[in-house]
């Protein structure tokens, strides 16, 4: 479990909102080494090839989004404070006094603005400051300010990664990068057992902002079926059990229109037989995840969602669970034995 | 400049009925390309050959407009919009079908939405409407043009100005090993899906998007964004696409190395042909080049003409670049 961690916590020490994955450095340096072949597509995603050295094999693709959601830079104003706006996946209310990463050519650390409660004049019913009305200030006089920053330099969240009781870790980002920690694991891992198809793990680009990357990667690899890893809602003061999963309680096994009946019945099956927990999520129109564009891809490709349990989705204290990781990492494998392979 | 914007704003083509944008833009073209062709969903491609890299431009020739739904039975024409209208815009506007029947558009109050809208044609029962006009028929908003010193101002600069920008980059085309695609697409107003079809179709390296986008420098204009005058406005990202960091920092090296003026532009409402292509097949690097205009989507957007200039330039000296 403590190499999983770590995988975690190296992939979330950096930054790459949608649209600028290639900043997520750590990735193809844990990748590489296990990997027949690796490389960026033109999409932006990381493709990592795993051979199985049969000719004419198939093709199984497994997914992870590596972006995250960001903000984007529209001026810097006469003050040197920088103007943004959404780009992909925050909610305005968790602005204000959040700590921040400007992705500039050199990176700077800011915080977002925000009102002492001494002046604050808005009365009980405290408005939600939307992002137009909010600044960064990254410290920097007007000058200085507009030549490290330009228009359109992307924006992360900022936290680090922490482990809390239980197993349970606080950080950023851990959509998705969670899904990606458990894809390095299971590539690292595929020593153990034979595939007799190729794999395909594709760590891919753009899915908080439209999903651009996994429909390239779709397209490219032409995969017999995917298997695709993302978070999910995980029961929190807001989240009640009805729309969420427990922390802790295993991965998400999804059951969907889109979703393939087969492909699932093999996820629940290799749960079962292994003895690990899981729990299913019903979903009854998109999923919302890189399984709804990879599913219609070329003439159809089955597909089968995994997804990890996560509280407070797009903020900076996302929280998951070590235990489903872990748990996820075993799911797969043995979904990998039951679709493509056998022991060694 | 005016009198060739001119002629590309005055042809009707309301997204769906684009063919004869594409047909002039043809006439004029044809001599300047290796080869060109109509795909099958109504976009115009012209080709110039050769052996590098392979890159995209697009234009999109469809305009905003109206499509009729129903004629009541005094005659009063009931209208969908084609495309990104705001009924308020356009009241009391004339309009032109796209068999010339014209009529003038009617927005009852600072409330309504189109479905409350009507066209009147003069007609005062059903039969006589539908004896000049066709349920399904489009049509399209009236307005003149005109320029002073500084600025164009005249209805459909979205996206006819990108359409005479990729007409004046084939004609200034500088020495290029890259194998270049003009595309005119059709349908981007109503979701991108010429640019859809014909991203896929071709698979080029690097598509760019020639498209207007929004001037945030109106005293009522509260976001910030693009100014009118700026320069060239490459884009960074909009609702529709991430744009390759290789494009952009390409974009503004040529921009910088060739002294033209541009600005770096986000784009928080509104998307451009590169989001369908982004997402269509392969994975293709995308980029855009624009002229920030104000009010865009009424009859009257305006641009500022060394903002066109500038695109013009921009765009022949990334080709430039791209071949070495």
Known sequence: MTELKNYLFELCSESAPSGREELLCSLERLVRPYADECYRDGAGNLIAVKKCGVPGAGRLLLDAHADEVGLVVTDVDERGFIHFANHAGIDDKILPASTVTVLSSHTLIGVVSSIPPHLDKGGKEKKVIKAKDLVIDVGLDADSARKAVKVGDFIALRSSCTELRNGLVLGKSFDNRAGCAVLVKVLSLLGSIRPRRDLYFCFSASEEFNGAGASSAAFLTEPDEALVLDTTFAVSPYTPASRGKKLGGGCAIGISPILNTHMTESLIGAARSRGLPYQTEVIAGRTGTNADNIARSRAGVPTALISLPLRYMHSAGEIVSLSDLETAVLLVMGFIEYRAGGKR | ?324
């Not at chain 2, 995209?56 to 129903?70: F, K």
């Not at chain 2, 039975?73 to 356009?90: L, N």
């Not at chain 2, 503004?252 to 033209?260: K, L, R, W």
């Open chain 2, 1 to 324: 400049m005016l009198e060739q914007i001119k002629r590309l704003v005055e042809i009707n083509g309301v997204s769906g009925g684009e063919k004869k944008v594409a047909e002039y833009i043809e006439g004029v073209i044809t001599p300047l390309a290796d080869k060109v062709y109509t795909d099958v969903m109504g976009s115009l491609v012209a080709v110039k050959r050769g052996g590098g890299k392979r890159v995209m431009l697009m234009a999109h020739t469809d305009e905003i407009g109206l499509v009729c739904t129903y004629v009541d039975e005094k005659g009063f024409v009931r209208v969908a919009a084609v495309g990104g209208i705001k009924p308020q815009d356009f009241a009391n506007c004339h309009i032109t079908f796209e068999n010339g029947v014209r009529g003038v558009f009617v927005c009852p109050d600072k409330d309504s939405k189109t479905d409350d809208c009507y066209v009147d044609v003069g007609q005062s029962d059903r039969e006589g409407t539908l004896g000049k006009i066709d349920i399904g028929m489009t049509a399209r908003f009236d307005a003149d043009s005109f320029e002073n010193e500084n600025v164009i101002v005249s209805k459909a600069l979205d996206d006819r100005l990108g359409c005479y920008i990729l007409m004046e980059v084939m004609k200034n085309l500088p020495e290029t090993d890259c194998e270049v695609y003009f595309v005119f697409t059709c349908q981007e107003e109503v979701g991108l899906r010429g640019a859809r079809v014909a991203g896929f179709d071709i698979s080029p390296d690097i598509a760019i998007a020639v498209d207007v986008t929004a001037a945030a420098d109106t005293p009522d204009c509260k976001t910030h964004g693009c100014k009118m005058g700026g320069g060239a406005a490459i884009k960074v990202r909009d609702s529709s696409a991430v744009c390759a960091k290789s494009v952009v920092d390409g974009l503004v090296n040529a921009a910088e190395n060739a002294g033209i003026p541009y600005q770096r532009d986000v784009l928080t409402a509104g998307g451009t042909d590169i989001g369908a292509v982004q997402t269509g097949g392969r994975g293709v690097l995308c980029g855009g080049v624009s002229v920030a205009v104000r009010n865009v989507h009424t009859c009257a957007e305006t641009a500022y003409k060394n903002d066109v200039r500038a695109a013009i330039e921009l765009i022949c000296a990334y080709l430039e670049q791209c071949a070495e």
